[in-house]
Each structure stands twice: as C-alpha cells, then as structure tokens.
C-alpha cells in the first residue's frame, strides 16, 4: 500500500491573500464545475416530494422507499473512491465526462421507471454517474490557488444548496400537474448542457504530480492502473447488509425476524472485516489507509459522515410529515411540503455562500464548532417545538445554517490538506463517508416511521408522532459528535503548534 506525507493545514496569511488573483477564466470554469452539483441535487430535491405518490403507485412501505435513496448512495459511495482513483490516473476531465454521461442516462431512464425495480435500477445508474464530485473537487484544486481555495469550494458548495431550492420548488410544482416521472425528464437537458460545457470549456492540468515520497509521477502510474474490485465489492457488501438489517427491523422484531437482523448484522461485520484485510494487502488500495490514519483527515471523514445523515434524516422525515393527515401530519400537498422544506435549503445556500469569509476571519476549525453547536440548538428546538408547518420551518432553518457552515468548512480542510499525488483518492474517501452517511439517514428514518398509527377516514397507517421525535433526537446526537470530533481536531492542532 502507498504512503503519503501528511500535510497539515494552516491558515493563509494577509500576505498571501494580497499577492493572489484569480483569473475571469478560473471563476467560470468554478461556475460550469458548480453545475455538476447544482444539477445532481436539483434532481435529488425534485424527486423528494414524489415519495407519497411513489409509495402509493408501486403499493410500497416506507423502508422500501427509503432504498430509492440508499440504493443511489451506496453506488455513490462505492464509486467514489474508485472514481478518484480513475481521475488520477487518467486525467480528472476525462472522468468527469464519463461519469456526467451516465448520469443523465440514469435521470432519462429513471422517468421511463412502471415499477419500483426499475427504478432502483435507474437510480444505481444515477449513483454511478453522481461519483462525478470528486473529479470536480480535484479540478477546483488545480484551478485556484491555496489562498483562494476556501472560496472556490465554498460557491461550490452552494450550489448543492442552490440546486436544492430550485429543485424543491419545481419538483412540486411538477409532481402536482404532470406526475413524479416527469421531475426526471426535466433535468435531462440540463444535465447534458453542463456535460457539453464542461468538454468546451473547461481545461486541465496535464503537468506531471510528483509524489514526494518515491518521486514517480501519476503519469508513470498510468502504465500499469489497478483498480480494487475485490475492495470495492467487500465495501458493497457492507453497506448492503448493514442497510438490509435496518430494513428488516422496520418490519419488526419477532422471532422470525430476529435471526435475519442477526445474519444481516453479522454479514455487514464480515464484510468490514475482509474489506479492511483487503485493502491492506493490495497494492493499489480502494481506500487508502494511510489516509484514515492522519490526524486531520480522520476527524474531518467522521464529521461529513455524521453531516450527512442528518442532512438524509430529515429529508423523508419532513415529507412525511407535512404529507401526513391532521393530527398526526399536517395533511399538506407537494407545494405545502417544498414550503416546509424551503428555508432549510435557502439557509444552507447562505451560509455555504459566506462560510469561507467566517473561516478567513474565525480560522478552519472555529466555524465547524459554531455550526455544530447551532445544529444541536436547532434540533433540541425541533423536539420541543413541531407543532406547526412554521415552528418546523424555523428549526429546519436553524438546523440548516450549523450543517451548511459544518460540512463546507470540513470540506475545505479535506481538499487544502490532502496531499495533491492523492487528492483524488482523498476527495473520494471524503465523498464515500458523506455518501455513506446520506445512504444511511433515510434507511434510519424508516426504521422510526415504521411506528404508526392509523387515521379514522383514511387508509393506511401513517408514523406517530413518537417516530418523529426519534429522528429528532437522533440529529441531536450526530451534531454532537460532530462537535466532539472537532473538539478533538482543535486539540490536536494546538498541541503540535498549527494555525487552525
């Protein structure tokens, strides 16, 4: 397995701030770049409200709505790595292409989808495609200088935000006059126009890395590439049977039960354990260990992974809620339900928009204390206060400015402390965590939804109100760990003397 020198993290001083300018043609290229992201959460958030209609046409339970979006993440999360691995070996643009290509496949087909199969089907492909981000990332890096960086991943950033409100308002305007098959449809052009920009515009790096340990450049290692297939189908089978043990809890512990949760449990382990011994042993790692080990990149991996389950958490949970009959819902429509949902997303494209100037100011830890802590208010407000679409809407917005000031900061120390031989793979590991996490924030909600009531007039069951408290409590609990690991990066860098 290869080493690499860890490189920590300092922030920029007024010097280098003043010395750095950024050409108009690096800021367009961020622009076409933001798009990839714009466009694969402007899908994500236009799908969200179609949950009830889907469950509803396919005659499905929540726990096997939930894999509409594990199912994606996972690939997502696989692919990842591999993905980086792939953009340094064979150039990042070249990648990127290939993998926005087999998005918009993924998003065409996915409108076509007459069963729930299909679909699933459909969005395996979508999560191949969405392994695009760490290629993105690693351009980002090439493009702006180290001064400039936080900005640069900070507009990237927000347009995961930016995609997220746009998607969520037209998403329910569409599913309420032409049907959730059509929300596909729509951003099937857009995604090939961003494809097609990124081909004529955007241009990349093709000078040599060298590793500083073995001084041999990526492009030598282009003659001989190996890609960890045995990694990645132990990391699958993991994610896989951890999230089938969830599924199979949703439908209750009985004595027929119990044992497949046990199995379930027991193969996820397994598999971990096969993973870690492969990637050990192989010489060209899907997750590279060394990486898991360092001090700063560790922390920083468990933060996006705790991030974004509270993000997937949330998302079905809202959508159930408003979508639910009185008294335990608020027996609202799509439109009501994006309503809802609209100043989480509008709060996390301010607070992604202007989290590099609080780092440029309050250094690259102190804003992932401060969003942590705000997450952790917001989410105890939630618990005490959900009795109206506003009082939602409020700590949803609360809850949204900790989490968009915790994961852009995380992010930007991810990317500025990774060495630049293995960006690439560091990006990817980052992005699988975070993938991760989202994979398995709606499998957890389905569990706690699984508790439900039923409604005199109405058919079905729909989750108590207990159940959404399960999942408010719950995000207090990731917040807080995201706040503990920060805590434990900030003690780390006094004591060896950095600047964070």
Do not use: C
């Amino acid at each position: 397995m290869r080493a690499y020198t860890p490189i920590l993290f300092v922030l920029e001083s007024e010097e280098d701030n003043k010395g750095t300018t950024i050409s108009s043609r690096a800021w367009f290229t961020l622009a076409i770049l933001s798009s990839t992201l714009l466009a694969a959460f402007f899908s994500e958030t236009m799908l969200l409200p179609a949950i009830p209609e889907i469950i509803r046409d396919f005659n499905i339970s929540y726990g096997t709505a939930a894999w509409i979006f594990s199912a994606y993440l996972i690939v997502a999360a696989v692919m990842t790595p591999i993905a980086g691995k792939l953009s340094d070996l064979y150039g990042k643009k070249k990648i990127l292409l290939i993998l926005l290509s087999m998005y918009a496949v993924g998003i065409a087909a996915g409108g076509f989808s007459n069963s729930i199969s299909f679909l699933l089907v459909s969005r395996i492909i979508q999560g191949v495609g969405l392994a695009a981000i760490p290629a993105a990332f690693s351009l980002l890096r090439e493009t702006f200088p180290p001064a400039r960086l936080a900005t640069a991943i900070g507009v990237f950033g927000s347009a995961y935000s930016a995609g997220s409100v746009v998607g969520l308002l037209a998403g329910a305007t569409v599913i309420q006059n032409f049907g959730w098959h059509f929300t596909f449809f729509s951003i099937v052009p857009f995604a090939l126009l961003v494809t097609v920009l990124i081909a004529k515009f955007v241009d990349e790096n093709s000078s040599r890395i060298t590793n500083s340990n073995n001084k041999k450049s990526v492009y030598d290692q282009r003659k001989s590439p190996r890609i960890d297939i045995k990694g990645a189908l132990a990391l699958s089978s993991t994610i896989i049977a951890f999230l089938m043990a969830l599924t199979i809890v949703q439908n209750g512990i009985s004595s027929e039960t119990f044992p497949q949760i046990v199995i379930a449990f027991a193969a996820s382990v397994a598999s971990l354990v096969v993973f870690v011994i492969i990637e050990r042993e192989v010489p060209h790692p899907l997750v590279n260990m060394s990486m898991l080990k360092d001090k700063i990149l560790l922390p920083s991996y468990v933060i996006l992974m705790a991030t974004g389950t509270t993000m997937f958490m949330a998302y079905p949970a809202i959508v159930q809620l408003v979508r639910s009959p009185v008294p335990l819902g608020f027996g609202g429509s799509p439109v009501d339900e994006a309503n809802v949902q609209l100043p989480f997303m509008v709060m996390f494209l301010v607070f992604a928009s202007v989290t590099p100037f609080i780092i440029n100011r309050l250094g690259r830890l102190n804003p992932i204390i401060i969003g942590s802590s705000i997450s952790i208010i917001g989410s105890l407000a939630l618990v005490l206060f959900h009795s109206s679409e506003f009082a939602v809407s409020l700590n949803l917005a609360i809850i949204a400015a900790g989490l968009s000031m915790t994961i852009t900061t995380t992010w930007n120390i991810v990317v500025s402390s990774s060495p630049k031989a293995f960006i690439g793979i560091s990006v990817g590991v980052g992005a699988l965590l975070l993938f991760l996490g989202m994979a398995i924030g709606p499998a957890l909600t389905g569990v706690y939804l699984v508790h439900s009531t039923k409604i005199i007039g109405f058919p079905g069951s729909y989750p108590s109100s207990g159940s959404y408290n399960l999942v408010y409590f719950t995000s207090v609990l990731l917040s807080a760990i995201s706040l503990a690991f920060v805590l434990l990066l900030k003690k780390r860098a006094v004591k060896k003397e950095i600047i964070v």
